[in-house]
């Protein structure tokens, strides 16, 4: 079980050994085990946590997953002494550069307005004041809160909610349930060698080097889409807490064709009409494709008819600067209307004849 220190005993551990950490963007760690484990929990007779934190972190390790991945800083990736630290959780400020899956700033901000800017997670943020059960996944046709979903599954050994907590928080790895620092995810496409793609579990994907930081047409993450449930893709193994948005998994509740009852995931572009528009791949407005196989790279083109809308094509997976953890300004998105800048963004990528 994860033990999770203090913030203040939490930045004190980062800074004293971020700065030896030696690794390549995008690879395994590297460098000095004493970077990142301690022996015996104790340096000098002193245990490295506070006292009523003595008993040490998983895998001997010198701080928690929200310890190494947080920053006092802008920055996004910390890379001084030539190493690579992708920091999901900026204390300072939201970044501005935030990685792929965004960043955790806002949550930890602790109100109810703040708190529908991503997920709540235990070392950052308290539970969510807004959003009490889980969203699109009940049982037995109730919705759960977290601690109940915990009652059943901490039987389990590879899902979600397998270990308890203090309150309806999430912890890293309710969704990045195998973290594999030690695999060698060179491969471009990164599967269950290389600790999948970034250790969600059963995802494949080709993981961009700086994680997003700088982005473009041909530079960029590539995520599985599949095209029968429980094909691997992002929205389905990645977001399966939220199953029953899931087009191929709920097929009643969210529709087959149009008209929708639900807006689809993992669903092909049409290849007539607007959506036939979307060529050029939008960083802000990702597709899943449903066979990476015949990637060597990623790549600037998309395929109206094969690639598919998935639940990143809108969300950031951590949070973002938009509620709803949304890539851009839902508000902004006025139909009909060619004077209006978001013309050609966010949802007009895909729906290309509504901005008028
Ligand atoms: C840059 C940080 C870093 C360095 C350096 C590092 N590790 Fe790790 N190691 C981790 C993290 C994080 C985990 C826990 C999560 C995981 O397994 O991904 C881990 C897990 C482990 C594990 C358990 C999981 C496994 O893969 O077997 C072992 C054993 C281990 N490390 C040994 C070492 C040894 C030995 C060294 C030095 C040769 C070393 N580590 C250097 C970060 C590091
Ligand atoms: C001792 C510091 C340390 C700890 C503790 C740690 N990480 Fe990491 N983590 C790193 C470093 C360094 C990297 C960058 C290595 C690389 O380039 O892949 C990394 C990379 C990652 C990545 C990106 C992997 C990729 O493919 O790019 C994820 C996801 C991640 N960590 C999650 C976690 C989770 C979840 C935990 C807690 C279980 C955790 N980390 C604990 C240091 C740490
Ligand atoms: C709700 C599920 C979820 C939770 C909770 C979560 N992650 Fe992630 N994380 C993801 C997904 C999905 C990605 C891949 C994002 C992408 O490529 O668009 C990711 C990516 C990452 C990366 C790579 C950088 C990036 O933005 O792509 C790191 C590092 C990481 N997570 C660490 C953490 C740590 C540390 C925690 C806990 C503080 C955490 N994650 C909690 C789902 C989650
Ligand atoms: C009554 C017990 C029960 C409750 C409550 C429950 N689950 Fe499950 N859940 C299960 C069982 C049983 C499985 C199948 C496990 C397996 O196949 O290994 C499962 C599987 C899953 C999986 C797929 C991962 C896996 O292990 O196959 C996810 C994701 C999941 N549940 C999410 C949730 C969420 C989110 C909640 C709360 C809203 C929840 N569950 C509440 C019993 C429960
Ligand atoms: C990545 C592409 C993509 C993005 C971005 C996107 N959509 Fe969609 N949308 C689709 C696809 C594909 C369908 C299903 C089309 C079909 O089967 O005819 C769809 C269907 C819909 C439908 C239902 C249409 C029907 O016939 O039932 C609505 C409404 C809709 N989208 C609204 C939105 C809104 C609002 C946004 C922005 C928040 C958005 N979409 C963003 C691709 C996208
Ligand atoms: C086409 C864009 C789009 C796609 C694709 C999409 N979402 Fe959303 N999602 C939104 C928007 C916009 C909102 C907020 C406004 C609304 O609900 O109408 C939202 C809200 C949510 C919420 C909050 C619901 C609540 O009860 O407050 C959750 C959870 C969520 N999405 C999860 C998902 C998951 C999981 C997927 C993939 C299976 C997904 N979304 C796919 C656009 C999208």
Redesign the pocket.
């Known amino acids: 079980m994860m033990q999770f220190l203090p913030g203040s005993v939490r930045l004190f551990l980062f800074v004293s050994f971020c700065c030896l950490i030696s690794a390549e963007a995008g690879a395994a760690v590297t460098g000095p085990c004493g970077n990142c484990h301690t022996m015996h929990n104790s340096q000098d007779g002193k245990t490295a946590g506070s006292a009523a934190y003595g008993t040490g972190n998983d895998r001997l390790l010198r701080t928690d997953c929200v310890g190494c991945h947080s920053s006092a800083t802008g920055d996004t990736i910390i890379t001084t002494g030539g190493g690579y630290l992708p920091i999901v959780f900026n204390t300072n400020a939201y970044p501005a550069q935030p990685l792929a899956g965004g960043n955790f700033y806002y949550t930890n901000l602790g109100d109810s307005v703040n708190d529908q800017y991503g997920h709540n997670v235990l070392g950052i943020a308290n539970p969510d004041l807004n959003i009490p059960?889980?969203p699109g996944?009940?049982?037995?046709g109730l919705?759960?809160?977290?601690t109940?979903?915990i009652?059943?599954?901490q039987v389990?050994t590879?899902?979600?909610?397998m270990y308890a907590r203090p309150g309806n928080v999430l912890i890293c790895i309710d969704c990045h349930v195998f973290p594999k620092h030690h695999a060698d995810d060179s491969a471009t496409v990164v599967g269950a060698a290389g600790g999948w793609y970034r250790f969600i579990d059963e995802v494949s994907g080709i993981e961009d080097d700086d994680w997003e930081q700088t982005v473009g047409v041909a530079d960029h993450n590539e995520y599985q889409g599949e095209i029968v449930k429980d094909g691997g893709s992002m929205s389905d193994w990645g977001c399966?807490?939220?199953?029953d948005f899931h087009a191929l998994v709920n097929p009643s509740g969210v529709g087959v064709a149009s008209p929708w009852l639900r807006h689809p995931s993992d669903i092909a572009l049409p290849s007539v009409g607007e959506y036939a528009g979307y060529t050029v791949y939008d960083p802000q407005v990702p597709v899943a494709r449903p066979d990476l196989s015949g990637y060597g790279a990623p790549s600037a083109t998309v395929t109206p008819g094969t690639d598919q809308v998935m639940c990143l094509s809108c969300h950031r997976a951590h949070g973002s600067d938009q509620p709803d953890m949304l890539r851009w300004p839902y508000i902004a998105m006025l139909t009909d209307d060619p004077s209006n800048p978001a013309v050609g963004t966010g949802c007009f990528v895909c729906h290309s004849t509504k901005d008028g």
């Open positions: 059960h889980v996944k009940g049982y037995g919705p759960k809160t977290i109940e979903c009652g059943c599954h389990f590879n899902s979600p909610f399966m807490c939220h199953n």
